[in-house]
């Protein structure tokens, strides 16, 4: 079945610095991708969606600066996140659709604590 | 836009049935979709309904009906794993899932 590798799976960096989530599709062409942000005890929010070789797309109250989203290929997509802050800790998982999937694959997520 | 209701937490006892309700209000509106997620973890797909009707995967399965924008996911056997969030999840064609609130599943012995 369709398989997204998401690394890292966990990430604890300085307040200022800057963190990148790299999410693969392993075999089939990611099209698009979506990227979700979880607080603890919330639900997943959609942040962004990102097509193939297009700027992303976000989601209301999202800042684009701050969270820059890059799919240049069928099988990556990767989100930093910039000058991070400690409210930026939390759960983020992407999600692929291909051209031959019509589902959608989960990667395994980034617990991403900033201090 | 889409929004997902769900209720917030169900607790059950091992071997017994759970139904975990969901109703949604979206436009545009193609298909239901049910994920499980334990602590820590990323969510895991356990059924989708694109048609009405009833959707059977072994001990669970999930309802779909269009013209009450309702859904459900059934939980048979519980075992003490069952214990997970539950998230419904609808989504336009071709665009992202949207997930409701959740539902967190405590099973006992």
């Known amino acids: 079945g369709a398989v997204v590798s998401q690394h890292p799976s966990r990430v604890i960096c300085k307040s200022g610095t800057s963190v990148k989530i790299e999410c693969r599709s392993l075999?089939?062409?990611?099209?698009?991708m979506f990227w979700y942000r979880q607080f603890p005890k919330q639900s997943l929010m959609l942040m962004a969606t990102?097509?193939?070789?297009?700027?992303?797309?976000?989601e209301q109250g999202v800042e684009k600066d701050k969270f820059l989203i890059n799919h240049a290929s069928l099988t990556l997509s990767t989100l930093t996140v910039t000058s991070a802050h400690p409210e930026d800790s939390s759960f983020y998982i992407c999600?692929?659709?291909?051209?031959?999937?019509?589902?959608?694959?989960f990667g395994s997520g980034t617990r991403l604590t900033v201090v | 836009g889409q929004s997902l209701e769900q209720p917030s937490e169900v607790t059950a006892v091992e071997g017994a049935i759970v139904q975990i309700n969901c109703t949604y209000q979206?436009?545009?509106?193609?298909?239901l979709s049910w994920y499980q997620q334990h602590d820590g973890g990323a969510p895991t797909f356990l059924s989708y309904?694109?048609?009405?009707g009833l959707e059977e995967t072994g001990r669970f399965s999930s309802f779909l009906s269009r013209s009450d924008s309702y859904g459900y996911l059934l939980l048979q056997e519980l075992q003490m794993k069952d214990s997970a969030s539950y998230f419904c999840?609808?989504?336009?064609?071709?665009?992202?899932?949207?997930f409701g609130k959740g539902t967190t599943l405590s099973v006992s012995s």
């Open positions: 990102s097509n193939e070789g297009s700027k992303a797309t976000y």
């Open positions: 999600s692929a659709r291909g051209d031959r999937n019509y589902g959608y694959t």
């Open positions: 999840a609808g989504n336009q064609a071709g665009t992202a899932l949207i």
């Open positions: 075999d089939f062409q990611a099209t698009t």
């Open positions: 979206t436009s545009g509106f193609y298909g």
């Open positions: 309904n694109g048609l009405d």
